[in-house]
């Protein structure tokens, strides 16, 4: 019973990483009906830019408490992220506004390989160690189950920034203009909504996740290479398509699903003779059955197109 | 209209570029050697030690003239770590730039791949430190020079018993043939002498969340884990480990080689063990020189790739010296022939299974640096 609870909390800790990078794909999914590859590359990013600024102020950095610490580095690079994201749009999506969205997507792809093939000559191909920012101790009580400081530090980020999200959508004048831009873009302009800062913004607030992402994710598991973004981008991507695209909570919930079939495969399948390979394959066939059920996700609209 | 113009524009101008290359890679004057190594992706640094082994090498040899009165040129392709890419670069080194001879990959999974093809094309292949049996039944062209996972298991397990462990879980990276293999041999060896596997868990190369497989290891209570995946992974496992709880030391094959190890896993490394070719603690001066000139070369101290690396350089020189010849069929037999060759990874004998037969050296992990412990031999 204990190994089993323990697994569940691996799921859920495991599931949270992932809901945490859906976010910011879901967000600009929801407001600009596009997929961003890029996504899992500037996460990628976000943990190499926390590295090099723990190389640049290593010192000062631990003389700080780390949770003051920690913030600092996640700030910064998520401030430098964000800006790297509106570059992006700025340079590669922008010029595509009016064209067909498979050309956007196509070159999302683009854009995604050019920062991993970059980011390879820049920093080299080999694994990096990655700092402990987050103290490498375990919470352990009674039950015998154990929990790590970086696990919950995991869960309260992923929570926080779920509910900082919905604030920024639901409340803010910035979150109205995203969310008429994202029911009809013709339309916001003629209200007077300046689609270009719109949209510059929802790419920096998407890239601010990720790279917020890549740092928690690379205290978690602290070794890092240019192409660390890809499996978990794209696990990301399926847990924002399971729990309906377009849709925050759906994104949370579809990570965790994501999350705890995975664990649970691996901590069980052996057993019942599925091996630990295929935890990724139970994951996906998930996905299709829902989207056999329910083709808009878990938590999705059913949009009618106007014909 | 427009795009049609620059599409033909764009294949022209690829037509030209690849037309351009080409050409350039037949040259008469000089031996061309193919290397298949993994320079960047998951085993990395696997490559890139192999690669300063094998190009220190080739410059030692062009600087005292060459061979058989022409220079070596080493063309090395890079396999990304991805299975599927050491075959794709094989076939181009052999078919575009003519290589006499093979050198690569440090990975079973990916010397499977290539020994075919080097077989098909009658190019002698040498593996510096493919361990995998399967690699050499390829064919009689494909050679190693290193000793193969029936010993490396079987010598982990001795290892276990000496040490008195008798509850034994097993951690295998089911995508690699490498680990798979070292898993079969030290299950055998160590069940045939009264040892108990708790629990055999598996996960594939590039995962980076091992929480479920080690919660259900740690149910069992074994008095050591044998990892024998690659270092990238085993760092990441071991790290998860102590967060879980677990204590006991880990135990693995020379995949676990590299500086990643220690950078990554730091502290969770601490007592745990692994079976490899070589020591850089050896005091002999063969091997002292060695270390020196690498040190001079590279910054840093060789591992065992980038030593299996140069072995295996040297020997298809050295066969090349005995063969004068850089064809085939003659390059091959005096390769097979290759006896008491005088290694930096000791002396190299091929066997009729063009394998070699060589002790292997148990090293742990003790402030952060790899020590040597015991030497065992076959």
Not at chain 2, 321 to 326: D, F, Q
């Amino acid at each position: 019973m204990d190994q089993f609870l323990q697994q569940l909390l691996n799921g859920l800790f495991q599931g949270s990483i992932y809901a945490l990078i859906a976010l910011g794909y879901t967000m600009v999914y929801g407001v600009l009906r596009f997929i961003n590859f890029a996504h899992g590359d500037v996460f990628m990013l976000g943990a190499f830019t926390a590295l090099g600024l723990h190389k640049l102020m290593g010192p000062t950095l631990a003389l700080l408490p780390w949770p003051v610490s920690l913030l600092i580095v996640l700030l910064v690079s998520m401030t430098l992220c964000a800006a790297l994201g509106i570059i992006i749009e700025r340079l590669a999506y922008r010029p595509l506004r009016d064209r067909p969205r498979l050309n956007v997507l196509i070159t999302a792809i683009g854009v995604s390989l050019f920062i991993e093939y970059s980011a390879q000559l820049l920093f080299g191909a080999t694994q990096r160690p990655f700092p402990d920012l987050i103290p490498r101790t375990a919470i352990a009580n009674a039950g015998g189950l154990t929990i790590s400081v970086a696990q919950v530090i995991v869960l309260v980020t992923t929570l926080a920034l779920l509910a900082g999200l919905r604030i920024v959508v639901m409340k803010t004048r910035m979150g109205l203009a995203m969310r008429a831009l994202s029911l009809n873009p013709t339309a916001s302009t003629l209200m007077g909504v300046n689609n270009s800062v719109v949209i510059s913004f929802t790419f920096g607030l998407g890239s601010a996740l990720a790279a917020a992402g890549g740092i928690l994710y690379a205290s978690l598991y602290p070794s890092i290479e240019p192409f660390m973004g890809i499996q978990p981008g794209l696990k990301a991507f399926v847990a924002a398509v399971l729990g309906g695209i377009g849709n925050i909570p759906g994104a949370a919930l579809g990570g965790l699903i994501i999350g705890v079939t995975e664990t649970l495969v691996k901590g069980y399948g052996q057993e019942l003779g599925i091996p630990s390979g295929y935890s990724e394959g139970v994951a996906f066939v998930l996905l299709i059955l829902i989207l056999v059920f329910k083709p808009s996700g878990i938590l999705g609209r059913v949009e009618r197109e106007k014909v | 209209m427009k795009f049609s113009t620059r599409l033909l524009f764009a294949s022209t101008a690829l037509i030209a570029a690849f037309g351009v290359c080409g050409c350039k890679s037949s040259d008469d004057s000089t031996i061309n050697i193919g290397e298949v190594a993994s320079l960047s992706g998951g085993t990395a640094t696997f490559g890139q030690s192999s690669h300063n082994g094998t190009q220190m090498a080739v410059d030692e040899i062009n600087a005292a003239g060459g061979l058989l009165g022409k220079q070596i040129k080493l063309i090395t392709e890079d396999d990304q770590s991805k299975q599927g890419e050491a075959g794709t670069v094989a076939k181009k080194l052999i078919s575009r730039s003519k290589v006499s001879a093979l050198l690569g990959e440090v990975s079973s999974g990916k010397s499977l791949e290539m020994a075919p093809i080097a077989q098909t094309a009658g190019i002698p292949m040498i593996s510096p430190a493919s361990t995998n049996p399967k690699v050499t039944e390829a064919g009689d062209y494909v050679f190693r020079i290193c000793f193969i996972d029936p010993f490396q298991g079987t010598v982990m397990s001795k290892f276990a018993i000496s040490k008195g462990w008798k509850k034994v879980a097993i951690l295998t990276d089911t995508k690699q043939d490498y680990s798979v293999g070292l898993t079969q041999f030290f299950k055998k060896h160590f069940t045939e002498n009264q040892g108990t596997i708790t629990g055999e868990q598996s996960y594939g190369s590039g995962d980076k969340d091992f929480k479920a497989q080690l919660t259900a290891i740690k149910a069992g209570a074994p008095d050591a884990i044998f990892a024998s995946g690659y270092y990238n992974e085993v760092a990441l496992i071991a790290v998860q480990a102590r967060e879980l709880g677990i204590t006991v030391p880990f135990l693995g094959g020379d995949g676990w080689d590299s500086p990643s190890l220690t950078e990554v896993g730091g502290k969770a490394m601490e007592g745990c063990f692994f079976s490899n070719h070589f020591s850089n603690e050896d005091a002999s001066p063969v091997i002292q020189n060695f270390v020196k000139a690498y040190e001079v070369k590279h910054g840093a101290k060789p591992d065992a790739m980038a030593a299996l690396g140069y072995d295996s350089a040297k020997i298809l020189f050295d066969a090349m010296k005995r063969a004068g010849t850089t064809e085939g069929k003659a390059l091959r037999d005096a390769i097979a022939a290759t006896k008491d060759f005088p290694g930096i990874t000791g002396s190299i004998t091929l066997d009729e299974k063009r394998n070699a037969n060589k002790p292997a050296v148990i090293l742990t992990i003790k402030d952060g640096k790899v020590a040597y412990t015991e030497t065992i031999t076959p």
